[in-house]
């Protein structure tokens, strides 16, 4: 019954056989062997984007915060929500890799940022003058931190506000295989057609053991991205083992499958959560993330039993019949049993 | 017949197992788990430093560059040969993570720092007052860029001159292995016990995929390395799989064996040419790394032949009996047959 | 009718006078010369700080980032409120000298931070672990962005707070004297014996040519601070220009008798346009700054007159009866005439 | 007798009556006032550049390190000598602006940078690839640090090697009068006409209170420069006051008057010193500056009857015969008197 994260179950069998099948004889290093070649090349094709520059890193906190330096001078605001990972979960990197850009926050529906408030704080900052800081890029989650959805609409008509104000827009995709499975869109749909500028190609957290890809459609930033991920101590020397988990996570879509079985078995989760009693949903899951309020008595049997998943907010210390709200996330290899025991906990029966 | 570099060789099997041993099931992420715990506590054992912080990144560059800043306030300057890696093969990342600290050139005996031009210009820097950077630390890389080796004694006169001037000693050790099994000392000996502070413990030269350590003797530093591991974007989530490796490298000591592999294999290489008319050592190799000079018709006929090697200084266009000068890395992987016939086509036969 | 600012009046002629004055003869720079000792020691005596590190800075911005880079690391929270000074008007200064440290909003009460929500926010970044920021500093303005003041007490409970997560407070003075003279308290009572760590301390705003003064209470960080300011490029060579200022600005009370007088100013007006028809006081305007709801129809007769003034929010486009918030701001040199000439202009008479 | 530095003379009165009619009133802040802009104009006007953009800092460091923040990226090197300001004298400000750019130091001829050696260096950067920093910029100062001057020719030649790299030069003008007045060019002529990208414009050590001007040529860089500044805290709010030092400094020649005075000053010092025994010159001087090696014995009288100067290199301890360098600085202010004293102490009469 583990709920904490997808980045805790293991890591695909085929991107394991990927890994081992790479690992014979010699290869350059610094990406400038043949397997990366190919893995760049599965990306591009991906994405339908010939030109883009793309570059793997291991972590998505890398990523998403050398793509921002390649966006926002360190004079300028990022705009984003208050539940974004760049401003709660990577410990001020984005401030780090663009040398002291500010996150300005910017209300959120759901998880995903309000585009009229977006709108005014832009047009404020842009009209303060040299006193303040100028905007710089917009960044979005997708899915957002709150298990929702940005449709493709809706991105549209964030890089529309985001342009008009000379700003560049970032899509954080460390959940991208699952939103794109759950929007049964394609990688192009959800971004550069939607007028997304850079994106963060997640693997990690659906199967890989350590990769994310920076696909950079505007390749005119291509160079810097690629001295600052160097800078950063992000270029990996035996870059294959990363160009093969990417590899084998683009062949044959194995990408979008594990996205499409973790939102199914999150699916069967909140479905069955649905029927139980005393359990409510903080936002209507879209992929396969759910955020759930339930009595304390619940969390406790859950906890004794052995569930594993965080406690979002609240406590479990207290009255019994009081509430907190877990956080809980499943991956592809998420178990139907692990479901069926959890639901059955919360149940009672 | 590749001598480029120790990073381009494959993952050694027993490391590759330990991956493939460690994708079982679910691990709480971020470091959190019982083989990151157990693989931390093999380092402290190997460095017989119970208290030491030990942390893992996957590149050296950012084992380095975070380790240095931690030694080091951004007004501050850390000293090194103009050969340093940090110098030279890591973008900036040194200025990077320290904010700005300056790195200042000493002379170099083969690599290895002139303790007097050390001392003399840290007696310099630390009376010159508010108006220029002050001494911060002092980092040296044994094995050196240069193929030479730092014995204890020198490690020691080095970390006295550097804590009479109120510094810190860093120890490279991207080679740390190799630089081992030359001297014949213990790790403790290489490091605390010649005075150093805090050591990049290097594994991906040696037969990992990419994995080092940073090593701190002062436990009060250690969580200001965490917190900018984080902020760098260098804490995997999947962590174990960082563990999984060095938990393998150390086991048995196969990091020593491998260390020593390469170390045999360069000196076979090392001997043989030796032996060849027109090459000449620019340096006397001390472990897996050597740097000869040897006229462009020989160079020529290697590459011909599909060695692959840096050519260090000089170019192969012109006079054939012009000399240029090659660096040749073993790693433990190397097959006594690319000597052979590296060997044979040097000295023509 | 100057109330754009108080940065916009002339220098006092006391503090001209010794500028002249410091101008006879050699004095070594950097600020080894005697009136800079001078000025220093009667810095110290104002705040009774007989151990206080002091050092000028030429603007406000410099002085406060400065400071709360001694008091909070790269990968550490400032908490302020989202008016502060820090966060709209220093366009970045804050996160570029901390080396990217975040400036965390906490919500305020006419200007003042709200210490329930302060606690709040530090308890959960301090239990965040690794992944988030930690606490680092808490930083309030006196008088407060809004034109009001915290008073010694609660300056108390917000040092209570701070102190309680581990933290230091910051005090950005720009207008220092003004809350001090408003207050009728010591220096000492607003800082230190309130629990404030280091102070700006404004003259800029209040007659000053342009200098400001950190005062570190605690001398540990006094030479992190002055290595700081000389890489921040704000170590003056002719320091003795600075000094002469500050030397001027503490003898015989000038900077209280000059705060005073621009609250004595800000009163009368206040008083006055409190008996207009149709204006709206934004907040109860407690030194030298208030902010006025008008008419438009009012706000174009007073521009049209010739009238300086910032419209804080709003537009002076559109329905003559719909209103504009004015920022209204007085300094020591305001003449009574331009009060009177407002008001008329105001009320319409 | 006072030599130590040009920062420690007084202020010219024209200056100072500049300032003190500066003072009239009331004037918005932060530059946007008429004697800004008059100050700005007149600069184009003596460089002969309508369309350079034009800022105030009141320090050198502040304007040399923002300048090569906008010309240099984190990544990047700025290639100057071991004896510059920028690397001496500015406590790793310039890699604090830029965020952590290399000062690669190419080796000097009495103070200029080697043309080959920069050419070589260059071309090794270049070409260096992703795994080290590129090439960014090239500084250099004129007077030299060494006393010694870039003819036009000179600089010429540098910004043809800078420009061929793809780099852009600065020229750190902190004694730009003393060079422009012993070169007998225009500022065109030493500067855009040679190649020169931005230079810093002195003041402070000219007679001025702490003034210099940043002049970019091109003025794509300037609003980079401008957010820059202000990030710094370099922006005053009262700007009138930097203003009208520069206003005053550019009318009717006052700035070259000035350098003139200092360097015929340092002619009269330099031409008796070499009438005296024991005496020998380290470098030619050429404007305002000489290093002096004299014995012990002599720079015993000198300190004892209260010369005020540097001791360059070596100590005053020791065999009375054993020398050490002096480095002697003349200022407009430097009194006849001053030298006369000083040459009859050294010769001994």
């Known amino acids: 019954m583990q709920f904490a994260s997808d980045n805790a179950g293991p890591v695909h069998p085929k991107i394991m056989e990927a890994l081992a099948a790479a690992n014979e004889g010699w290869a350059i290093g610094y990406g400038n062997d043949p397997l990366t070649e190919r893995a760049i090349q599965r990306i591009r094709d991906a994405f339908e984007a010939p030109d883009a520059g793309v570059y793997l890193t291991a972590t998505g906190t890398a990523c998403n915060s050398i793509l921002l330096a390649t966006m926002a001078k360190p004079y300028e605001i990022i705009f984003c929500t208050p539940e974004a990972h760049i401003v709660e979960d990577e410990c001020n990197a984005p401030e780090f890799y663009t040398g002291g850009a500010k996150l300005s926050l910017i209300a959120s529906r759901d998880g995903r940022i309000d585009p009229g408030a977006l709108d005014a704080e832009m047009a404020k900052r842009g009209a303060w003058g040299v006193q303040g800081p100028q905007p710089g890029a917009v960044s979005i989650t997708n899915v957002t931190e709150r298990g929702t959805l940005y449709t493709t609409d809706y991105i549209r008509e964030i890089s529309d506000i985001t342009h008009r104000h000379g700003s560049k827009l970032h ?41 994310e890809a920076a696909v950079i459609f505007d390749p005119a930033t291509a160079w810097d991205f690629e001295l600052r991920r160097k800078r950063g101590g992000h270029l990996f020397s035996k870059h294959r083992y990363l160009s093969a988990q990417m590899d084998a996570y683009l062949t044959d879509d194995l990408w979008l499958d594990l996205g499409r079985s973790a939102n199914t078995a999150a699916g069967k989760l ?42 979002w907010e609240g406590t479990l210390d207290g009255d019994p019949s009081g509430t907190a709200t877990a956080r809980l996330v499943t991956d592809w290899s998420c178990p139907d049993r692990a479901i069926d025991d959890f639901v059955r906990l919360v149940s009672g029966d």
């Open 270 to 311: 909140a479905s069955a959560l649905k029927q139980c009693r005393d359990v409510t949903f903080r936002w209507e899951p879209q992929a396969n993330m759910m955020f759930v309020d339930m009595p304390r008595s619940i969390h406790r049997r859950l906890k004794n039993a052995g569930a594993v998943y965080y406690v």
């Open 171 to 211: 899509l954080d995709g460390a959940r991208f295989a699952n939103a794109c499975a759950a929007l049964a869109c394609t990688p192009a749909e959800m971004t550069w057609k939607a007028g997304v500028d850079a994106v963060s190609f997640g693997g990690t957290k659906n199967g890989c053991m350590g990769v």
